[in-house]
Structures are given as structure tokens and as C-alpha cells.
T-cell receptor
Framework: AQSVTQLGSHVSVSEGALVLLRCNYS??????LFWYVQYPNQGLQLLLK??????LVKGINGFEAEFKKSETSFHLTKPSAHMSDAAEYFC??????????FGTGTSLTVIP | GAVVSQHPSRVICKSGTSVKIECRSL??????MFWYRQFPKQSLMLMAT?????????EQGVEKDKFLINHASLTLSTLTVTSAHPEDSSFYIC???????????FGPGTRLTVT
């Protein structure tokens, strides 16, 4: 069975500050891990994905995430927050690419 | 590439009527399509998985007679909400998977409001 836990349903950061969104996963097989962003009333946009290649994954808009097997984590970071980063972020895990398990989401607020 | 569209983006219907939502993969053939439901401020819940030319597989607790899914071609899947009730009001999102990349491509979603 697979699951994802996102710690912190709401995160607030100042503009220009580091963004850190936490994701821990549970998987009985080597996982594929994803981060998606969702703006209000829109679908999900893929930020980045881990598919067993490099453990440090770089995505779009300056985001990156590091796969840490020992910690079963896949935290999302960005060195400097922009106002446009304010959105809902979802972490997801999959084994085969069919069944995706989503976390409960983290709402990011960027304070000017 | 890998664009998924949904139509309509928003729909309001009266209680008791049926509503059809279309999901199309515009530039690739989707071997599998997925339907999700998202309540306000909550995560996505997988409703069903559909493969072209075969019956959809519904998740536990999802009424297959109420949420009819048809995957008639490799680029089109439809979700029909039959005899809609206010509690069916939600944001419905589809996604599509193609052979090769281990990824799902998501549509922009459909906001359904049942009055």
C-alpha cells in the first residue's frame, strides 16, 4: 500500500524567503514521486517528478526536491519565494503510473 | 505536448438532471484515463480508471450507476453524472496516461454546481 503525508496544511513565507514544503511517503516498492501545483479553479500542473534517477530533482519555476530513501521523504524547496508561487501544492506517489496517491495538500501563502 | 482538455469548465444544473463532462487528450493517445473528484480545500480522490474499449474500474464507495464513464476512443473519455443532487457539486478533474513516460497529464477541471 502506498500513501503520502504532507506536514502542514498551510505554510506562509515572506517574499524572497526559502520555501520548504514537506512530503513523506509510504511505499512497499520503489516509488515514483511527484509534486503538483494547483491554482484556484484550475487543474494540476506538474512541478517535478522522481523516477529513480538522480535523487535531486529540478523542476519548473525554480523548484526542486530531494528524494531521501532513508527518511522516506521528498520535500519541495525553492530558495526565494515569489508572489506568484502562492497556490496549493500536492505531493503524490505512484508505483506503476496508474494509481496515484495524493497528499492532502499544502496551501502556500507568500507575504509581500 | 501532452495536453488534456475538459469541457465544460463550469456547469450549473438542476437537481435530478444529468450532466456529461468530456475529457480529451489533444496531442497524444491515452491508453488510460482517470477521473478524480476534489472537494473544497481537499485533495483529489480517485473515482475511477477507464481504459479504452473496456469497462471502467471504480474505486470503493463510488456509485458506478450514478457516475457513468465511457472511454470510447484513445482520446476521449466522458463522465456522466446521472440524476445529479446538490451533494454531487464538486470539482471534477480528469487525467490521461500515455505509453512511455511514467506520468499522468491533468485536465483543467470542471466545476459542477447542482441547484
Amino acid at each position: 500500500a502506498q500513501s503520502v503525508t504532507q506536514l502542514g496544511s498551510h505554510v506562509s513565507v515572506s517574499e524572497g524567503a526559502l520555501v520548504l514544503l514537506r512530503c513523506n511517503y509510504s511505499s512497499s516498492v520503489p516509488p515514483y514521486l511527484f509534486w503538483y501545483v494547483q491554482y484556484p479553479n484550475q487543474g494540476l500542473q506538474l512541478l517535478l517528478k522522481y523516477t529513480s534517477a538522480a535523487t535531486l530533482v529540478k523542476g519548473i519555476n525554480g523548484f526542486e526536491a530531494e528524494f531521501k530513501k532513508s527518511e522516506t521523504s521528498f520535500h519541495l524547496t525553492k530558495p526565494s519565494a515569489h508572489m506568484s508561487d502562492a497556490a496549493e501544492y500536492f505531493c503524490a506517489v505512484s508505483d506503476t503510473g496508474n494509481q496515484f496517491y495524493f497528499g492532502t495538500g499544502t496551501s502556500l501563502t507568500v507575504i509581500p | 505536448g501532452a495536453v488534456v482538455s475538459q469541457h465544460p469548465s463550469r456547469v450549473i444544473c438542476k437537481s435530478g438532471t444529468s450532466v456529461k463532462i468530456e475529457c480529451r487528450s489533444l496531442d497524444f493517445q491515452a491508453t488510460t484515463m482517470f477521473w478524480y473528484r476534489q472537494f473544497p480545500k481537499q485533495s483529489l480522490m480517485l473515482m475511477a480508471t477507464s481504459n479504452e474499449g473496456s469497462k471502467a474500474t471504480y474505486e470503493q464507495g463510488v456509485e458506478k450507476d450514478k457516475f457513468l464513464i465511457n472511454h470510447a476512443s484513445l482520446t476521449l473519455s466522458t463522465l456522466t453524472v446521472t440524476s445529479a443532487h446538490p451533494e454531487d457539486s464538486s470539482f471534477y478533474i480528469c487525467s490521461a496516461r500515455r505509453q512511455g513516460p511514467h506520468e499522468q497529464y491533468f485536465g483543467p477541471g470542471t466545476r459542477l454546481t447542482v441547484t
